[in-house]
Nanobody, 120 residues
Framework: QVQLVESGGGLVQPGGSLRLSCAASGSIFSINAVGWYRQAPEKERELVALINSGGFTNYADSVKGRFTISRDNAKNTVYLQMNSLKPEDTAVYYC??????????????WGQGTQVTVSS
């Protein structure tokens, strides 16, 4: 069984920073692409940032230059550093990972989400 656990959310003032973590645990052979998504009230879930197994990254236009996704393969953890936060960044942030739990078995996993609120 594989679990993803997000942490690091909270309340921050506009212009502030937060670092989210997504830690994978359980029976893991390898972690492939990992993405951070967010969902604001009454809006659809959207992809914020993505990192593949080779370290290639991609970002939504709305966060380019402000957010940085990174991974620590030794810790099975992916981070989202969020700087210059804006009120419109307020949402529940989820991580999603494509994981091989055996060399020839893979599945898609979601974390439970962590709330980020940007407000003065």
């Amino acid at each position: 069984q594989v679990q993803l656990v997000e942490s690091g959310g909270g309340l921050v003032q506009p212009g502030g920073s937060l670092r989210l973590s997504c830690a994978a645990s359980g029976s893991i052979f390898s972690i492939n692409a990992v993405g951070w998504y967010r969902q604001a009230p009454e809006k659809e879930r959207e992809l914020v940032a993505l990192i593949n197994s080779g370290g290639f990254t991609n970002y939504a236009d709305s966060v380019k230059g402000r957010f940085t996704i990174s991974r620590d393969n030794a810790k099975n953890t992916v981070y989202l550093q969020m700087n210059s936060l804006k009120p419109e960044d307020t949402a529940v942030y989820y991580c999603n990972a494509d994981i091989n739990w055996r060399w020839n078995r893979r599945a898609d996993y979601w974390g439970q989400g962590t709330q980020v609120t940007v407000s003065s």
